[in-house]
T-cell receptor, first 116, second 115 residues
Framework: DVKVTQSSRYLVKRTGEKVFLECVQDMDHENMFWYRQDPGLGLRLIYFSYDVKMKEKGDIPEGYSVSREKKERFSLILESASTNQTSMYLC???????????????FGDGTRLSIL | AQKITQTQPGMFVQEKEAVTLDCTYDTSDPSYGLFWYKQPSSGEMIFLIYQGSYDQQNATEGRYSLNFQKARKSANLVISASQLGDSAMYFCAMRPSGSARQLTFGSGTQLTVLP
């Protein structure tokens, strides 16, 4: 069974701190994604990665960076946390695309991040 | 660019009745896939059902079915015989064909099943 694990369910940090959110998948998936979820806005893509050391910006990359040094791990970094980054963060993974248009993404349980 | 619209922020349904959650989409891609996810209050996103744009039949998965009307660009989720455990947020999402890997999500519908 696919397992995507996010390191924390709840996290509280202070403005200006550097924050790391970790995500690990055990399915040998090529693609990994970081989303942000806010009420009334659904899920918005921050960054995704389709291979080790490869990354692409999503719709809202400002204030974030990512790291993928190993295939199974994808980290989201808030360089200098601000209160408007208080949100729910969801990590997902999927196999390589190609013709697999119907392949769903598999999600972790999410991290509720509060920036004080 | 793709866009997903879910016009129902909240819905109520009586236990054991059927409910339809609306989803309309906008894309210029000729080939695409449509997904529905369920998110209980605990937070995890659970994949429910998938419909391809060239599929001849509407998708079904147990109590879930997808009412796909391509000309109207709608992909409504139908849940039959609602259960209390169906209370959750439901998201419609779309992925175009080709090399695109990411999903575009709607804003979601909060479904509450009443006993």
């Amino acid at each position: 069974d696919v397992k995507v694990t996010q390191s924390s369910r709840y996290l509280v940090k202070r403005t200006g701190e550097k924050v790391f959110l970790e995500c690990v998948q055990d399915m040998d998936h090529e693609n990994m994604f970081w989303y942000r979820q806010d009420p009334g806005l659904g899920l918005r893509l921050i960054y995704f990665s389709y291979d080790v050391k490869m990354k692409e910006k999503g719709d809202i990359p400002e204030g974030y960076s990512v790291s993928r040094e190993k295939k199974e791990r994808f980290s989201l970094i808030l360089e200098s946390a601000s209160t408007n980054q208080t949100s729910m963060y969801l990590c997902a993974s999927s196999p390589a695309s190609g013709t697999l248009i119907g392949q769903p993404q598999h999600f972790g349980d999410g991290t509720r991040l509060s920036i004080l | 660019a793709q866009k997903i619209t879910q016009t129902q922020p909240g819905m109520f349904v009586q236990e054991k009745e059927a409910v339809t959650l609306d989803c309309t989409y906008d894309t210029s891609d000729p080939s695409y896939g449509l997904f529905w996810y369920k998110q209980p209050s605990s937070g995890e996103m659970i994949f429910l059902i998938y419909q391809g744009s060239y599929d001849q039949q509407n998708a079904t998965e147990g109590r879930y079915s997808l009412n796909f009307q391509k000309a109207r660009k709608s992909a409504n989720l139908v849940i039959s015989a609602s259960q209390l455990g169906d209370s959750a947020m439901y998201f419609c999402a779309m992925r175009p064909s080709g090399s695109a890997r990411q999903l575009t999500f709607g804003s979601g519908t909060q479904l509450t099943v009443l006993p």
